[in-house]
Nanobody, 124 residues
Framework: QVQLVESGGGLVQAGGSLRVSCAAS????????MGWFRQAPGKEREFVAV????????RYADSVKGRFTISRDYAKDTVDLQMNSLKPEDTAIYYC?????????????????WGQGTQVTVSS
């Protein structure tokens, strides 16, 4: 079992920055690729970013590429998502997830463990 707890969400103006963090506990952190997903009201949960188990590879959704950066800290067992140049359409609940099933998967079905989510709201 892996427990994931997100933090760092909040309200920010368009063009601003926010950093959300996810703390993992339980199984060995380095055994999992770590991803971020988001879900806006009335929409499906969508892939945002993923980092591989060894941290050497990352992948981003086209909508956030160049603005968001995912990173992980093996000493703290955390994975962060730095979000810059935020837009109102980035408003959503952001979820952290862990996957042992792929190198750095983008599909929701590849992730076995999920956090509770943290709200990010971008005002125009």
């Amino acid at each position: 079992q892996v427990q994931l707890v997100e933090s760092g969400g909040g309200l920010v103006q368009a063009g601003g920055s926010l950093r959300v963090s996810c703390a993992a506990s339980g199984r060995t952190f380095s055994s999992y690729a770590m991803g971020w997903f988001r879900q806006a009201p009335g929409k499906e949960r969508e892939f945002v970013a993923v980092i591989s188990r060894n941290g050497g590879n990352t992948r981003y959704a086209d909508s956030v590429k160049g603005r968001f950066t995912i990173s992980r800290d093996y000493a703290k067992d955390t994975v962060d998502l730095q979000m810059n140049s935020l837009k109102p359409e980035d408003t959503a609940i952001y979820y952290c997830a862990a996957s042992s099933l792929g190198y750095y998967p983008v599909a929701r079905s590849a992730y076995e463990y999920w956090g509770q989510g943290t709200q990010v709201t971008v005002s125009s």
